[in-house]
């Protein structure tokens, strides 16, 4: 919801399609619903003209990042009644994204609302709108100009049908007449951008002054929380401390998520830890101990069968993995293994990604909850790979590629310096060769098979991934008539000729790239960080397999419910003293420890974790020291433990107590 347009007669939407410009009204009607207010560190009194020049920059600071905030919750609210209501839909994302002054493509969108989104809270909002840039007239107008075939400074019905049909999200003749109706004034067929580019900036910055000014003028607003209690403690303003200190409900505090490090680790003060129950596990350096993973004799004669795959870190801390499809014809005798892939062109060095973990969950019945099996998990380890052999009846399994969490994590950013992905050279546009070689890679990832083509499904699983949207088959088949193919799959050629094309539409501008790349783990300076290729091989003794990938989904809840069942089954029980509805499991293997805690009552209970005399180790979660909130009846993962330095020893010491 917005102000209404004064050239369009409603609130403006903008959006690119490819490189290309597109708007269409949308109409507000009905009462706005009543803002919710700043929280009381608003109007807080300047400094005194005695204050250093040092304090000067800081209250300076300050002031943008409270003017920053202040205009990310006019926005929120301008589109939902609550700054604690969440983001449910892209559609929802992209409505308050555009509220906020920003125009973001369909790709863009795709990176923070991704198949697997649920939902956004305020804080994450405010993190996106920190990362995209407001729309920019110089922008518009080049936008424009591309549409403008003539170059006479106004476009034509045709001018728009021959691009918004061939271009992006393609559209029909009566959608592209509807726009031309709505933006030509003066009905002469025309339209001048240059007064349209003027009229809805114009009406954009209207539209946020109001929101803002709405957002002063509610006097209920000095009565509710900014935000989430997130948003307040990862700001660094003055009397944030306290402000949250002051808001907290010892029945009701927010509990970390995993992985969060902008969470305090320590309960508040009015808490108490009623019982507890420790563990201490004294494990030998790994790398000494010899692991082998015995191949079975004659596996040369055996049917073998092999995909690529990759694990994903999504902006929330969460992972995304491939899955497959494993059809036996007959009961045999089943070794199959995953390892990270190294994509290192030197013997010397490997890839940095290849000391993170893996494993793999065999599992039946995947579709009913409850009767879902987990079958085997391979846990035995020979350096980088990790296998299982045994024997397997006839039928169908869903193999789910695993990853603690504990060596593959989001990392520090605000330092690296961004490589050049493109260059002009004789006014032609030009991939890097830093660029054409992280291109290379991505190709060497998403061609699941290894055959040196991308097949429509494989090419899928990328689009999936960098924009969060399939490509339909009329789109494939426009990308073979265009780009370099070879059997109807597209060529390693063929995908660089596919992103030089995305640079031309932009102009040579790179931020859908970046898109592209980091949404594929890569950093600013191409470095894959936040990902993890791996490769499954399957060996079969007397029969024929099948093996399929059927899907890019997150590690998630169904993966917590297999690792708990197996915990539970080969763990060691302990129980809380006094508390006996409470059960701690603990689960070792020579390089992995994974806590699990069962909570039988029917009252949800805070936990806390401290693993603070813990050496040589790393968690999952992030921190020494979490609570956690486990629900009625319910089981949930603790964390995992693994060694930082696998040549010396770690001491796993963990004491789990009940917050009252």
């Given at each position: 919801r917005g102000e209404a347009s004064p050239f369009l007669g409603g609130t403006v939407s903008l959006r690119w399609v490819g490189g290309w410009v597109l708007w269409s009204p949308w109409l507000q009607s009905g009462p706005r619903p009543p803002a919710v207010g700043m929280s009381s560190w608003q109007g807080r009194s300047t400094p005194n003209t005695r204050k250093s020049a040092q304090s000067e920059t800081s209250r300076s600071q300050y002031n943008e990042e409270e003017t920053f905030y202040r205009n990310c919750r006019a926005a929120y609210l301008a589109v939902f009644g609550t700054s604690l209501e969440s983001i449910t839909s892209k559609d929802q994302l992209c409505l308050a994204l555009q509220q906020a002054g920003r125009n973001p493509t369909r790709r863009t969108l795709g990176k923070y609302w991704t198949q697997h989104t649920k939902k956004l809270n305020f804080d994450e909002f405010c993190e996106i709108l920190k990362k995209e840039k407001p729309i920019d007239k110089n922008e518009l107008m080049k936008a424009f100009r591309k549409i403008d075939l003539n170059n006479d400074g106004s476009i034509t019905q045709e001018e728009l049908y021959?691009?918004?049909?061939?271009?992006?999200?393609?559209?029909?003749?009566?959608?592209?007449?509807?726009?031309?109706?709505?933006?030509?004034?003066?009905?002469?067929?025309?339209?001048?951008?240059?007064?349209?580019?003027?009229?809805?900036?114009?009406?954009?910055?209207?539209?946020?002054?109001?929101?803002?000014?709405?957002?002063?003028?509610?006097?209920?607003?000095?009565?509710?929380?900014?935000?989430?209690?997130?948003?307040?403690?990862?700001?660094?303003?003055?009397?944030?401390?306290?402000?949250?200190?002051?808001?907290?409900?010892?029945?009701?505090?927010?509990?970390?998520?995993?992985?969060?490090?902008?969470?305090?680790?320590?309960?508040?003060?009015?808490?108490?830890?009623?019982?507890?129950?420790?563990?201490?596990?004294?494990?030998?350096?790994?790398?000494?101990?010899?692991?082998?993973?015995?191949?079975?004799?004659?596996?040369?004669?055996?049917?073998?069968?092999?995909?690529?795959?990759?694990?994903?870190?999504?902006?929330?801390?969460?992972?995304?993995?491939?899955?497959?499809?494993?059809?036996?014809?007959?009961?045999?005798n089943i070794f199959l293994t995953i390892t990270p892939l190294n994509l290192s062109q030197t013997e010397e060095k490997l890839s940095p990604w290849m000391n993170v973990d893996t494993a793999l969950y065999v599992v039946r019945n995947l579709g009913d909850p409850e009767a879902v099996e987990v079958v085997c998990v391979t846990e035995l380890r020979e350096k980088e790979r990790f296998g299982w052999k045994g024997e397997l009846r006839s039928g169908v399994y869903h193999l789910i590629p695993f990853t603690t969490g504990c060596r593959l994590k989001k990392r520090n950013k605000s330092m690296i310096r961004e490589t050049k992905l493109v260059y002009r050279e004789n006014g032609d546009l030009m991939l890097t060769k830093e660029f054409r070689t992280a291109l290379s890679d991505i190709f060497e990832?998403?061609?699941?098979?290894?055959?040196?083509?991308?097949?429509?499904?494989?090419?899928?699983?990328?689009?999936?991934?960098?924009?969060?949207?399939?490509?339909?088959?009329?789109?494939?088949?426009?990308?073979?008539?265009?780009?370099?193919?070879?059997?109807?799959?597209?060529?390693?050629?063929?995908?660089?000729?596919?992103?030089?094309?995305?640079?031309?539409?932009?102009?040579?501008d790179p931020a859908d790239l970046w898109v592209t790349l980091e949404s594929m783990g890569y950093n600013r300076a191409l470095e894959m960080q936040e990902a993890c290729p791996f490769i499954v091989d399957i060996y079969a003794e007397d029969c024929k397999l099948k093996l399929t990938p059927i899907g890019l989904e997150p590690t998630g809840s169904l993966l917590d419910s297999l690792i708990c069942k197996t915990v539970m089954r080969k763990g060691e029980p302990k129980a809380m003293k006094g508390y006996n509805q409470l059960v701690m499991y603990t689960y070792k293997t020579e390089t992995l420890i994974t806590s699990v805690i069962e909570n039988k009552s029917e009252n949800k209970v805070i936990i806390h974790i401290n693993n603070e005399n813990s050496k040589n180790c790393v968690s999952s979660r992030g921190l020494r020291t979490f609570a956690m909130e486990v629900s009625p009846r319910t089981t949930t993962v603790c964390q995992h433990v693994m060694p930082v330095d696998e040549r010396q020893e770690w001491i796993y010491s963990c004491t789990e107590s009940i917050v009252t």
């Amino acid at each position: 919801r917005g102000e209404a347009s004064p050239f369009l007669g409603g609130t403006v939407s903008l959006r690119w399609v490819g490189g290309w410009v597109l708007w269409s009204p949308w109409l507000q009607s009905g009462p706005r619903p009543p803002a919710v207010g700043m929280s009381s560190w608003q109007g807080r009194s300047t400094p005194n003209t005695r204050k250093s020049a040092q304090s000067e920059t800081s209250r300076s600071q300050y002031n943008e990042e409270e003017t920053f905030y202040r205009n990310c919750r006019a926005a929120y609210l301008a589109v939902f009644g609550t700054s604690l209501e969440s983001i449910t839909s892209k559609d929802q994302l992209c409505l308050a994204l555009q509220q906020a002054g920003r125009n973001p493509t369909r790709r863009t969108l795709g990176k923070y609302w991704t198949q697997h989104t649920k939902k956004l809270n305020f804080d994450e909002f405010c993190e996106i709108l920190k990362k995209e840039k407001p729309i920019d007239k110089n922008e518009l107008m080049k936008a424009f100009r591309k549409i403008d075939l003539n170059n006479d400074g106004s476009i034509t019905q045709e001018e728009l049908y021959k691009v918004l049909t061939t271009k992006g999200e393609r559209m029909t003749r009566e959608e592209v007449k509807m726009i031309m109706d709505e933006a030509d004034s003066n009905n002469d067929g025309k339209l001048d951008y240059n007064e349209f580019c003027r009229l809805f900036l114009m009406t954009i910055e209207k539209s946020q002054k109001n929101a803002v000014a709405r957002l002063d003028a509610d006097a209920k607003m000095k009565q509710q929380q900014f935000g989430s209690l997130t948003s307040l403690e990862c700001l660094s303003w003055p009397s944030t401390k306290s402000l949250v200190e002051s808001s907290q409900n010892p029945e009701t505090d927010t509990i970390p998520r995993k992985g969060d490090a902008r969470f305090s680790s320590k309960p508040s003060t009015p808490r108490s830890h009623r019982t507890s129950v420790s563990s201490v596990i004294n494990m030998g350096a790994t790398i000494t101990k010899n692991l082998k993973l015995p191949e079975p004799k004659a596996i040369k004669n055996w049917q073998h069968v092999w995909s690529k795959g990759c694990f994903f870190l999504e902006d929330d801390g969460g992972i995304v993995g491939h899955r497959y499809r494993l059809e036996l014809q007959q009961t045999t005798n089943i070794f199959l293994t995953i390892t990270p892939l190294n994509l290192s062109q030197t013997e010397e060095k490997l890839s940095p990604w290849m000391n993170v973990d893996t494993a793999l969950y065999v599992v039946r019945n995947l579709g009913d909850p409850e009767a879902v099996e987990v079958v085997c998990v391979t846990e035995l380890r020979e350096k980088e790979r990790f296998g299982w052999k045994g024997e397997l009846r006839s039928g169908v399994y869903h193999l789910i590629p695993f990853t603690t969490g504990c060596r593959l994590k989001k990392r520090n950013k605000s330092m690296i310096r961004e490589t050049k992905l493109v260059y002009r050279e004789n006014g032609d546009l030009m991939l890097t060769k830093e660029f054409r070689t992280a291109l290379s890679d991505i190709f060497e990832v998403i061609d699941l098979d290894g055959n040196g083509l991308l097949s429509f499904e494989e090419y899928n699983f990328f689009e999936l991934r960098s924009s969060g949207e399939k490509c339909d088959s009329e789109a494939w088949a426009m990308c073979r008539e265009n780009f370099d193919t070879k059997k109807n799959q597209l060529t390693r050629q063929g995908f660089m000729e596919l992103n030089l094309m995305e640079a031309n539409d932009q102009e040579g501008d790179p931020a859908d790239l970046w898109v592209t790349l980091e949404s594929m783990g890569y950093n600013r300076a191409l470095e894959m960080q936040e990902a993890c290729p791996f490769i499954v091989d399957i060996y079969a003794e007397d029969c024929k397999l099948k093996l399929t990938p059927i899907g890019l989904e997150p590690t998630g809840s169904l993966l917590d419910s297999l690792i708990c069942k197996t915990v539970m089954r080969k763990g060691e029980p302990k129980a809380m003293k006094g508390y006996n509805q409470l059960v701690m499991y603990t689960y070792k293997t020579e390089t992995l420890i994974t806590s699990v805690i069962e909570n039988k009552s029917e009252n949800k209970v805070i936990i806390h974790i401290n693993n603070e005399n813990s050496k040589n180790c790393v968690s999952s979660r992030g921190l020494r020291t979490f609570a956690m909130e486990v629900s009625p009846r319910t089981t949930t993962v603790c964390q995992h433990v693994m060694p930082v330095d696998e040549r010396q020893e770690w001491i796993y010491s963990c004491t789990e107590s009940i917050v009252t």
